[in-house]
């Protein structure tokens, strides 16, 4: 079974420039989550996806934005790009979770490193 | 709000060392724990989980159990491989929050021959 595919996995872009990232997730994963890694906040939540619809949403500012398409594919997008933005963006796929109490395995990406000069 | 807090590293251990990595958290509820581990240039492993109190997630010879007493899940592992070298995360889910996960800072280890 092919992993969690996140393209590109490297973009280098300029302060004021948006940016789309993608990741398809493992077949049959209906939630996608989205991460972002940085050496000063570590990762933090971004936001979630399942059916094509955002279900949780992390402490990010409005510029950090993302849909799932009907094949749970999904793509982020941030725009008007600060230096901060830097970072390392996983996404990670699963199974819906089940209910309270439960909880079903995220396999990760490799990650998309984004650089902002 | 939920959080994790680990140790910081790095961690230098020579191997057949044993390892341990404290982990507290705090958060409502019963939420589900997990340690992850990230290899160099590659994303997050699930190691281990466990999802209600006095669980034992046990894999590759790494253990931890929950602890809602002391709000703890403490990674340990009795004899480390230089192949143990990696970053790794302790990370929380609340029960009721679908597929939110909030992580430690992470704690580095080297593991030396």
């Known amino acids: 079974k092919a992993g969690v595919t996140q393209t590109p996995r490297y973009l280098i872009k300029t302060r004021g420039q948006q940016v789309t990232l993608s990741c398809s997730p493992i077949?049959?994963?209906?939630?996608v989550s989205w991460y972002q890694q940085t050496p000063g906040q570590g990762l933090q939540f971004l936001f979630e996806?399942?059916?094509?619809?955002?279900?949780n949403k992390g402490n990010f500012p409005g510029r950090f934005s993302g849909r799932q398409f009907s094949n749970s594919r999904s793509e982020m997008n941030v725009s008007t790009l600060e230096l901060g933005d830097s970072a390392l963006y996983l996404c990670?796929?699963?199974?819906?979770?089940?209910?309270?109490?439960?909880?079903?395995?995220?396999?990760f990406g490799p990650g998309t490193r984004l650089t902002v000069l | 709000g939920d959080s994790v807090t680990q140790m910081e590293g790095p961690v230098t251990l020579s191997e057949e060392a044993f390892l341990t990595i404290n982990c507290t958290y705090t958060a409502t509820g019963y939420p589900s724990l997990f340690w992850y581990v990230q290899y160099p240039g590659e994303g997050l492993q699930l190691l281990l989980k466990?999802?209600?109190?006095?669980d034992k997630g046990s894999n590759k010879g790494f253990e931890a159990t929950y602890r809602k007493e002391t709000t703890s899940f403490h990674l340990e592992k009795g004899s480390v491989q230089v192949s143990d070298s990696a970053v790794y995360f302790c990370a929380l889910s609340p029960s009721a929050a679908g597929n939110k996960l909030t992580f430690g800072g992470g704690t580095r280890v080297l593991v030396k021959p």
């Open positions: 990670a796929s699963s199974l819906p979770h089940g209910g309270v109490s439960s909880y079903n395995e995220q396999f």
């Open positions: 077949s049959g994963h209906r939630s």
């Open positions: 996806y399942f059916s094509e619809t955002q279900r």
């Open positions: 466990a999802t209600k109190a006095d």
